[in-house]
């Protein structure tokens, strides 16, 4: 026979707001391999996040569902304005500055940055790379830009979109560096960049979250808490040996 339904888990379930019922709805730039691309024969998004949001997804009684790529920059205006996507989920680093816009889940993995450059390049530190004329890669409005800009301001900053074809950039002699997050560099070197490197870790201590709206607080609790399980039963640690390799 059927049970009657747990008034407390009713209440819970309307604790938050969705964009659309049974469904999570997610927003991200798809162009960030190993966390978050586009399969290019299927079609669908792959990637870390991917997996890791679906799972979340599973143990809110969810099904994650994505909308078409769009802009990094764009992300955190679509989630804090409501209506279109109810979370942002693409290496978002949690800061002070996005906090003000949104709020974020707890972290769900660490990361720091790396400079990248050209295997036997001459321009292998950060005193050669902080000089008139060089032109190094970043994703704009990220981290990396702002460290490029406090570290390295004599160089030209040149922020890009799509990580792939900034590092075939670094490939080309385009640019001498890009900084990218350190675990995509990891992946992208081993998968396709051999004859790139990374010359200097940046520890910035960064960690990554998802994205909620304000208006959203429930959704944030229900997510976190799904994260903590996720983290007790090593499904996370599994994603990450899955993806990177090796545990972040």
């Known amino acids: 026979g059927s049970k009657p339904a747990d008034s407390g888990s009713d209440a819970k379930k309307s604790d938050y707001t969705l964009v659309a019922d049974g469904k999570l709805t997610v927003a991200a730039e798809l162009g960030f391999a190993p966390f978050e691309y586009m399969d290019e024969k299927t079609g669908e998004p792959v990637g ?41 989920v693409s290496n978002f680093t949690i800061t002070d500055e996005r906090k003000q816009e949104i709020d974020f889940t707890d972290p769900y993995i660490d990361s720091n940055q790396g400079v990248v450059t050209k295997v036997g390049s001459q321009k292998t530190d950060a005193g050669s790379l902080n000089a008139e004329g060089v ?15 406090e570290n390295l301001p004599k160089a030209t900053c040149v922020p890009v979109d799509d990580v792939t074809a900034a590092l075939t950039g670094v490939q080309t002699g385009l640019y001498a560096a890009m900084v990218v997050d350190l675990p995509v560099a990891s992946y992208m070197l081993t998968q396709s960049f051999s004859d790139l490197q990374v010359i200097k870790e940046i520890p910035t201590g960064e960690q990554y979250g998802i994205v909620v709206s304000k208006d959203n607080a429930g959704l944030t609790d229900a997510i976190n808490k799904a994260l903590a399980e996720l983290t007790d039963d090593g499904t996370i640690k599994q994603l990450e040996i899955d993806w990177f390799g090796s545990e972040i």
């Open 48 to 88: 870390f996040d991917v997996d890791l949001i679906k799972a979340i997804a599973q143990k809110m009684g969810l099904e994650a569902s994505y909308l078409p790529n769009q802009k990094f920059d764009t992300l955190v205006p679509l989630v804090k304005q409501g209506g279109k996507a109810d979370v942002g």
């Open 135 to 149: 032109t190094i890669a970043c994703q704009s409005g990220t981290t990396g830009n702002e460290w490029i800009t």
